[in-house]
């Protein structure tokens, strides 16, 4: 991993984030809530792409590519929730790495490097996006508390 890169929110992909959030105004709640979360998570893509094409992850620019936002279901009592990270069915190889082995499944005795590009990038840019998620849902929270 390339220890110089220093990666960044884009202002003008928070600037997007909040065009697609005031069309929420007005709706309840949890919907806003939602759609702050998910747009937090959007914010993360651009920061997450640019660390596996720094890891040298980009044989086929697939794995690249296979980098979603995505709203999971709701479990018990949460109200809002988003993850981001690679959807590619060989992201767990690459990110935790694996044991290489023969066609016939004999294992070799060799191993791959792990590449925790999600836990990189998230270590640069999470911090500001997750106070950007903070900002919007207490955005949220003082409009109910204006009536």
């Known amino acids: 991993m390339n220890e110089a890169l220093r ?3 884009d202002q003008r992909a928070l600037e997007r984030a909040l065009k697609r959030l005031d069309k929420y105004q007005g709706r309840l709640l949890h919907q ?6 998910l747009e937090g998570a959007r914010l993360m893509v651009r920061p ?6 720094a890891a040298g992850l980009v044989k086929t620019q ?5 980098v979603k ?13 988003a993850s981001v ?7 767990h190889l690459l990110i935790r790495g694996h044991r290489i082995v023969t066609r016939g499944g004999r294992d070799t ?4 490097q792990p590449r925790p590009v999600v836990d990189e990038a998230f270590s640069d840019v999470g911090e500001r996006v997750k106070s950007f998620i903070n900002e919007q849902v207490t955005n949220i929270g003082g409009e109910l508390r204006a009536l």
């Open 32 to 37: 806003r809530a939602q759609k702050a979360y």
């Open 69 to 81: 936002a995505r709203r999971p279901r709701l479990q018990g009592n949460e109200m809002a929730v």
């Open 7 to 9: 990666v960044t929110v």
């Open 85 to 91: 990270g690679p959807v590619d069915a060989k992201r």
């Open 48 to 53: 997450i792409q640019a660390h596996i094409t």
């Open 62 to 66: 697939r794995f690249r590519r296979s």
């Open 109 to 112: 005795g060799r191993h791959t």
